[in-house]
């Protein structure tokens, strides 16, 4: 146990990473700041002390942005409804990942490309440059319903809705940012708070608020332990309907990320993760998320990197900056009251536009399809938002997964005897077309079809062996299926008609 | 047999018709709204509204910087007439002075959190200031738009022959308010602070003279309201003017500094 310290650091860096990350998703949510951090606190703990991984959990970018998709059409922007819906919200998503638990869902991540993920991640970045903006430019009461339309406003009328003041803090957090990167790959998002926040202390200095009209954090009323009961009442039963999709959306956005990073450290460290532990620990911890005032969370790429790069090999370090997050924060809270929402805004741009890879695209260009599920989730995103952006994602990932395994690898060889055809792949009434034309371009003559290395059969590709030899049989020529045990008993079981030959090897 | 339950069903509805039209009309009180709360996006802003508006500490206490409440000046949760009713959605928007701009009542808001409550200028769509204005919107209900409702803001004090003594108001201070504002209008016990960091700064209404001496004259001593002559009003009000207070935030400090260092 000499690596306590080393847990104890990781979670040190990793509660100064949060603290930023959590006000302005909380931002996202359409929540005020202190259900962030909160987030960054309770839901931390809870998926560390139940979960098996080093991996870091708390606030997280697409599911901030779908609980303020989600719930902003129903309530007004952090008023007490509205913190019950989203408290509900929290709830469901809570069971339904629970759910998955149950039935053992892990698995069906797999499903989900890596194309897929990184187009929803990128859409997700431009999302969160574009909520940035409101903040930078101080366009707080400004709705736009596309992107281009907000962009075209912006820049016509650019004199009366843009704040100067609040445009400048702006800009220098994002160059704080990146020239702070070239020094400290690690902590550049502090040196853009910090720089943000002092630029902010100065233009306070100089012009008054009344003058400036900057939006700060304000205080923050902090408690060590929130307590809170979810009020489910029958009324607002009605319309939480409208929130379920969006509850089922959240928890599978948000299990599908930590599993992500979940699988990446199982390859990659010699950690004991158990996947479904993981999804327990996820749907537990956000099932109470509610229950401290806290919304939920997923898995963090970018604080379990972190994290991983400090060293950190146990759940440990989740635990200990929860609690350093709750320490820095009883401190910090003063100073963070003159945090101007420009300063924060600026943060997330910078987050946004990491999150919007160039290597992606050219990683994926290689190869077509990957291009066109990444591309599609990207644009579906950024012209329809988040959630329909992921089901598109989900779609083509699936049907690219079925379009490939419905293919057939057919080579074919002529013996003596006959045809001989090597049958490689899934052969089931998606596939089983590809082998009819075959059949076809072959009618008449004598048939072999190799089938050791078909990895599954089933009752419609029998079924066409059964058509196709009394076609066959008519025209005097002879089927004839090489096969395994197992297929054996399976065409046995089916009733394999008399006309096939079956040879076994 | 059922069609005889129809027909009940039915006479009921129609004597109940003209009071269900009338309770609709008539808009819930507030301890109604309290105890039973409407999920209604309006209503339920409305008691949001009303709970900063009784305990600004707890409910909006972002944006506060100093130890009131908004109904420690709008008496009564801004029901009471003489003392700052909130009953005025229909006067605005609305040209100020004060920052020369045409006013909504939401920068109304937003202005009394920076100036009477010493804190931060929410932004124009914080969730506490749309419930305020959900509420004040509640109390107008009724009110003719554009009109000025009865008894809106305090009372002018017409002009007394005397300037304004702090020297008297002094002494009337100490007779009259110190028994629950303090000798240092720190506030005693639960009371309000009218002086001191924990008090409305510089650049709030309640620090011109004239308006404080109105506000006073209606209103205090709490529970004995125009009990003080006009005068009286009008020197503890310049006393308590000349107190120490926060600056007004429309100063720069920066300008102040570059002051203090010339002189």
Same mark, same amino acid.
């Given at each position: 146990m000499g690596d306590w310290r080393t847990e104890v650091f990781a979670g040190f860096v990793g509660a100064i990473l949060v603290i930023p990350q959590g006000i302005t998703y909380a931002y996202l949510a359409g929540l005020q700041p202190e259900y962030g951090l909160y987030c960054a606190i309770f839901v931390t703990l809870f998926s560390s002390i139940l979960g098996t991984s080093s991996m870091m959990s708390g606030p997280n970018t697409a599911v901030a942005i779908l609980i303020g998709v989600a719930v902003l059409p129903l309530a007004g922007r952090g008023s007490p409804v509205y913190i019950d819906f989203v408290f509900l919200l929290c709830m469901m998503v809570g069971l339904i990942q629970l759910l998955f638990w149950l039935l053992r869902g892990a698995r069906i991540f797999q499903y989900l490309s890596p194309a897929a993920i990184s187009g929803i991640s990128a859409g997700a970045g431009f999302l969160i440059i574009m909520a940035s903006l409101d903040s930078i430019l101080d366009l707080s009461t400004f709705r736009t319903t596309f992107f281009y339309e907000k962009l075209y406003v912006i820049i016509s009328d650019a004199t009366d809705l843009v704040n100067p003041y609040s445009l400048v803090i702006g800009i220098s957090t994002i160059l704080g940012g990146y020239i702070g990167r070239r020094y400290s790959a690690r902590y550049y998002i502090i040196i853009a708070v910090c720089t943000g926040y002092l630029c902010g202390l100065l233009v306070a200095f100089i012009w008054p608020q009344p003058l400036t009209e900057l939006e700060y954090l304000g205080r923050m009323p902090l408690q060590w332990l929130p307590f809170s009961i979810p009020s489910v009442n029958i009324e607002y039963l009605m319309t939480s309907i409208k929130l379920v999709p969006y509850a089922f959306t959240i928890a599978f956005i948000g299990l599908a990320q930590s599993l992500v990073i979940v699988r990446e450290l199982k390859m990659e460290t010699d950690q004991d993760i158990d996947l479904d532990k993981e999804v327990y620990a996820q749907g537990l911890a956000n099932f109470l998320a509610p229950f401290f005032s806290s919304f939920v969370g997923s898995g963090s790429f970018n604080r379990t990197k972190a994290n991983r790069s400090l060293g950190a090999t146990t759940p440990f370090s989740g635990i200990a900056a929860a609690g350093f997050v709750l320490i820095l924060i009883t401190f910090l809270g003063p100073v963070l009251t003159y945090m101007p929402m420009a300063a924060m805004a600026g943060t997330l741009f910078i987050v946004g536009a990491d999150m919007i890879k160039w290597s992606d695209v050219k990683h994926y260009a290689q190869v077509r399809s990957e291009l066109v599920i990444y591309l599609a989730t990207f644009i579906s995103i950024i012209f329809f938002g988040l959630a329909t952006g992921i089901v598109i994602a989900v779609f083509l990932s699936v049907s690219v997964f079925l379009l490939r395994i419905s293919q057939l690898e057919l080579s074919v060889e002529n013996k003596d005897s006959g045809t001989l055809l090597k049958v490689k792949g899934a052969l089931f009434y998606a596939s089983v077309a590809h082998l009819t034309e075959k059949f076809q371009s072959h009618f008449g003559e004598n048939l072999t079809v190799d089938l050791q290395y078909t990895t599954h059969i089933d009752q419609s590709a029998v079924d066409f062996f059964i058509r196709e030899s009394s076609n066959m049989a008519a025209q005097g020529a002879k089927l004839t299926l090489l096969i395994n045990d197992q297929q054996r008993r399976f065409l046995k079981k089916l009733g394999i008609s008399s006309d096939i030959e079956l040879i076994s090897l | 047999m059922k069609i005889n339950h129809l027909l009940i069903c039915g006479s009921l509805l129609l004597l109940l018709a003209p009071t269900l039209s009338h309770a609709q009309q008539n808009q819930p009180s507030i301890e109604q709204l309290l105890v039973e709360p409407f999920l209604d996006d309006y209503y339920s802003n409305v008691v949001y509204g009303y709970e900063i508006i009784t305990d600004t500490q707890k409910h909006a206490s972002r944006y506060v910087g100093n130890s009131l409440d908004c109904s420690n000046c709008h008496l009564q949760a801004g029901t009471q007439k003489e003392a700052l009713p909130l009953n005025v959605a229909g006067m605005y928007p609305k040209w100020r002075a004060k920052n020369g701009k045409r006013n909504g009542i939401g920068l109304r808001i937003r202005e009394c959190f920076l100036y009477s409550l010493d804190g931060i200028m929410p932004p124009e769509d914080a969730p506490e200031v749309l419930a305020i204005a959900a509420y004040i919107t509640y109390l107008s209900q009724g009110e003719v738009m554009g009109a000025e409702p009865e008894g809106r803001g305090v009372p002018t004090l017409p002009a007394t022959g005397y300037d304004p003594n702090p020297a008297n108001g002094r002494s009337v201070y100490l007779e009259q308010c110190s028994s629950c504002h303090g000798e240092q209008g720190e506030g005693i016990e639960e009371m309000p602070a009218v002086w001191g960091l924990d008090s409305y700064n510089? &650049?709030? &209404?309640?620090?011109g003279i004239r308006e404080a001496a109105g506000f006073i004259w209606a209103n205090m001593p709490f529970g004995n309201g125009k009990s003080l002559s006009q005068q009286q009003a009008l020197d503890v009000s310049a006393y308590l003017n000349l107190q120490y207070r926060p600056a007004d935030p429309r100063d720069s400090k920066f300008l102040k500094l570059l002051e203090d260092l010339f002189n």
């Amino acid at each position: 146990m000499g690596d306590w310290r080393t847990e104890v650091f990781a979670g040190f860096v990793g509660a100064i990473l949060v603290i930023p990350q959590g006000i302005t998703y909380a931002y996202l949510a359409g929540l005020q700041p202190e259900y962030g951090l909160y987030c960054a606190i309770f839901v931390t703990l809870f998926s560390s002390i139940l979960g098996t991984s080093s991996m870091m959990s708390g606030p997280n970018t697409a599911v901030a942005i779908l609980i303020g998709v989600a719930v902003l059409p129903l309530a007004g922007r952090g008023s007490p409804v509205y913190i019950d819906f989203v408290f509900l919200l929290c709830m469901m998503v809570g069971l339904i990942q629970l759910l998955f638990w149950l039935l053992r869902g892990a698995r069906i991540f797999q499903y989900l490309s890596p194309a897929a993920i990184s187009g929803i991640s990128a859409g997700a970045g431009f999302l969160i440059i574009m909520a940035s903006l409101d903040s930078i430019l101080d366009l707080s009461t400004f709705r736009t319903t596309f992107f281009y339309e907000k962009l075209y406003v912006i820049i016509s009328d650019a004199t009366d809705l843009v704040n100067p003041y609040s445009l400048v803090i702006g800009i220098s957090t994002i160059l704080g940012g990146y020239i702070g990167r070239r020094y400290s790959a690690r902590y550049y998002i502090i040196i853009a708070v910090c720089t943000g926040y002092l630029c902010g202390l100065l233009v306070a200095f100089i012009w008054p608020q009344p003058l400036t009209e900057l939006e700060y954090l304000g205080r923050m009323p902090l408690q060590w332990l929130p307590f809170s009961i979810p009020s489910v009442n029958i009324e607002y039963l009605m319309t939480s309907i409208k929130l379920v999709p969006y509850a089922f959306t959240i928890a599978f956005i948000g299990l599908a990320q930590s599993l992500v990073i979940v699988r990446e450290l199982k390859m990659e460290t010699d950690q004991d993760i158990d996947l479904d532990k993981e999804v327990y620990a996820q749907g537990l911890a956000n099932f109470l998320a509610p229950f401290f005032s806290s919304f939920v969370g997923s898995g963090s790429f970018n604080r379990t990197k972190a994290n991983r790069s400090l060293g950190a090999t146990t759940p440990f370090s989740g635990i200990a900056a929860a609690g350093f997050v709750l320490i820095l924060i009883t401190f910090l809270g003063p100073v963070l009251t003159y945090m101007p929402m420009a300063a924060m805004a600026g943060t997330l741009f910078i987050v946004g536009a990491d999150m919007i890879k160039w290597s992606d695209v050219k990683h994926y260009a290689q190869v077509r399809s990957e291009l066109v599920i990444y591309l599609a989730t990207f644009i579906s995103i950024i012209f329809f938002g988040l959630a329909t952006g992921i089901v598109i994602a989900v779609f083509l990932s699936v049907s690219v997964f079925l379009l490939r395994i419905s293919q057939l690898e057919l080579s074919v060889e002529n013996k003596d005897s006959g045809t001989l055809l090597k049958v490689k792949g899934a052969l089931f009434y998606a596939s089983v077309a590809h082998l009819t034309e075959k059949f076809q371009s072959h009618f008449g003559e004598n048939l072999t079809v190799d089938l050791q290395y078909t990895t599954h059969i089933d009752q419609s590709a029998v079924d066409f062996f059964i058509r196709e030899s009394s076609n066959m049989a008519a025209q005097g020529a002879k089927l004839t299926l090489l096969i395994n045990d197992q297929q054996r008993r399976f065409l046995k079981k089916l009733g394999i008609s008399s006309d096939i030959e079956l040879i076994s090897l | 047999m059922k069609i005889n339950h129809l027909l009940i069903c039915g006479s009921l509805l129609l004597l109940l018709a003209p009071t269900l039209s009338h309770a609709q009309q008539n808009q819930p009180s507030i301890e109604q709204l309290l105890v039973e709360p409407f999920l209604d996006d309006y209503y339920s802003n409305v008691v949001y509204g009303y709970e900063i508006i009784t305990d600004t500490q707890k409910h909006a206490s972002r944006y506060v910087g100093n130890s009131l409440d908004c109904s420690n000046c709008h008496l009564q949760a801004g029901t009471q007439k003489e003392a700052l009713p909130l009953n005025v959605a229909g006067m605005y928007p609305k040209w100020r002075a004060k920052n020369g701009k045409r006013n909504g009542i939401g920068l109304r808001i937003r202005e009394c959190f920076l100036y009477s409550l010493d804190g931060i200028m929410p932004p124009e769509d914080a969730p506490e200031v749309l419930a305020i204005a959900a509420y004040i919107t509640y109390l107008s209900q009724g009110e003719v738009m554009g009109a000025e409702p009865e008894g809106r803001g305090v009372p002018t004090l017409p002009a007394t022959g005397y300037d304004p003594n702090p020297a008297n108001g002094r002494s009337v201070y100490l007779e009259q308010c110190s028994s629950c504002h303090g000798e240092q209008g720190e506030g005693i016990e639960e009371m309000p602070a009218v002086w001191g960091l924990d008090s409305y700064n510089k &650049g709030a &209404g309640m620090n011109g003279i004239r308006e404080a001496a109105g506000f006073i004259w209606a209103n205090m001593p709490f529970g004995n309201g125009k009990s003080l002559s006009q005068q009286q009003a009008l020197d503890v009000s310049a006393y308590l003017n000349l107190q120490y207070r926060p600056a007004d935030p429309r100063d720069s400090k920066f300008l102040k500094l570059l002051e203090d260092l010339f002189n």
